[in-house]
């Protein structure tokens, strides 16, 4: 089958869009204040929080984008 792109270049975009993409959400998910739902000082636990939920919407953000070209490279 002909491809345009080696599947190579998907990993390493996929590599690097991760940073990049859970950095952008972890900077938009700190805009939400939690500090209501926590109890005082624990100022830990919600930029745990934080990091836990844009790590796992990165992962699902990038894997949606890098699927989607990966299979518009499969068809061409």
């Given at each position: 089958?002909?491809?345009?792109?080696?599947?190579?270049?998907?990993?390493?975009?996929?590599?690097?869009?991760?940073?990049?993409?859970?950095?952008?959400?972890?900077?938009?998910?700190q805009a939400v204040d939690l500090a209501k739902v926590f109890k005082p000082n624990s100022g830990d636990q919600i930029r745990f929080l934080y990091m836990v939920i844009s790590v796992i919407l990165g992962y699902f953000f990038v894997d949606a984008i890098v699927s989607l070209f990966e299979n518009l490279n499969n068809l061409l």
């Open positions: 089958m002909l491809v345009i792109v080696s599947n190579s270049v998907f990993l390493i975009s996929r590599i690097i869009l991760f940073f990049v993409a859970t950095m952008f959400i972890f900077k938009t998910i």
